[in-house]
């Protein structure tokens, strides 16, 4: 979770790597003005803004849920490849 802070350092940081402005960069503005919290956690993180990581992740949680997941499942073994 980030503060609404966030929204000024993005609005004041410059484009980067492919001309996109970079959360990351927001983030060391953030860092140096307000200060930063973090939490640490055990379990798997899936990148969200990559491809395959959302699809990773869409399938990991659709196997989670209890109306969905059973079914899933079978047809994710009826796909055996």
């Excluded at 004041?12 to 927001?26: A, K, S, V």
């Excluded at 860092?31 to 930063?36: I, T, V």
Aim: hydrophobic content about 35%; some cysteine; overall charge positive.
């Amino acid at each position: 979770m980030l503060p609404p802070e966030i929204f000024s350092c993005l609005e004041r940081t410059p484009p980067g790597r492919g001309g996109e402005i970079q959360l990351t960069d927001g983030l060391r503005l953030l860092a140096k003005e307000r200060g930063l919290w973090a939490y640490r956690y055990e379990g798997t993180a899936y990148d969200a803004g990559d491809k395959l990581g959302f699809l990773k992740a869409t399938v990991e949680f659709a196997l989670m849920d209890k109306e969905l997941g059973p079914a899933f499942r079978e047809y994710l073994k009826s796909r055996k490849l």
